[in-house]
């Protein structure tokens, strides 16, 4: 199985400040056959389901905020809120597609400082 | 609009069974592949089940093979997940989940809450 590892486990930004967001994967989730990485990035308020923000690592989902960015490739990534608000007040989840079983890091809390 | 809509869940006892159900609608149903997530408080995220379009395919967690029963009525627009022999680590909320690309979830469910307890 593919282990996803995020940290921190949880982060306190001031608003209008950058908060980043590490996720690690053991193994790599990039692809040779398309040179895609199958990573996707979620958020979760308290109350709702995850909301998908991010695939192939770097493209944003319709209608997400351009202030949420993903980088990264093989197997280190990252989720960058460029300019926190306090509507990104959750927790944020990675998640390979790469290979069943699909598998989720454990989370990262971003609370407002 | 998509819709996902839940059902099913309740309070079971260890060893028990219970079926889960959810109801699309806002997009053909027929022609996308569906999956079963799981949150606990402990264990976070985790995906259980998923399904080809046609039924053809499934594939489970290692820990729920052989307990679970993934399926799908295209007719209905309906997922199914029929749940045996459960123990405490099964509580969880479980979500239906599915997307424009397969294992890329885009749309959710709002979850129901299964309680394996005596």
């Known amino acids: 199985d593919i282990v996803m590892t995020q940290s921190p486990d949880s982060l306190a930004v001031s608003l209008g400040e950058r908060a980043t967001i590490n996720c690690k994967s053991t193994p790599s989730v990039l692809s040779s056959a398309d040179n895609k990485n199958y990573l996707a990035w979620y958020q979760q308020k308290p109350g709702q389901p995850p909301k998908l923000l991010i695939y192939?690592?770097?493209t944003r989902e319709s209608g997400v905020p351009d202030r949420f960015s993903g980088s990264g490739s093989g197997t280190d990534f990252i989720l960058t809120i460029s300019s926190l608000q306090a509507e990104d007040v959750a927790v944020y989840y990675c998640?390979?597609?790469?290979?069943?079983?699909?598998?989720f890091g454990g989370g990262t809390k971003v609370e407002i400082k | 609009e998509v819709q996902l809509v839940e059902s099913g869940g309740g309070l079971v006892q260890p060893g028990g069974s219970l079926r889960l159900s959810c109801a699309a609608s806002g997009f053909t149903f027929s022609t996308y592949w569906m999956s079963w997530v799981r949150q606990t408080p402990g264990k976070g995220l985790e995906w259980v089940a998923h399904m080809k379009e046609d039924g053809s395919g499934k594939y489970y967690v290692d820990s729920v093979k052989g307990r679970f029963t993934i399926s799908r009525d295209n007719a209905k627009n309906s997922l199914y997940l029929q749940m045996n022999s459960l123990r405490d680590e099964d509580t969880a909320v479980y979500y239906c989940?599915?997307?424009?690309?397969?294992?890329?979830?885009?749309?959710w469910g709002q979850g129901a809450l299964v309680t394996v307890s005596s």
């Open positions: 998640q390979q597609y790469y290979s069943a079983p699909l598998t």
């Open positions: 989940a599915t997307g424009d690309s397969g294992w890329i979830f885009g749309f």
């Open positions: 192939w690592a770097s």
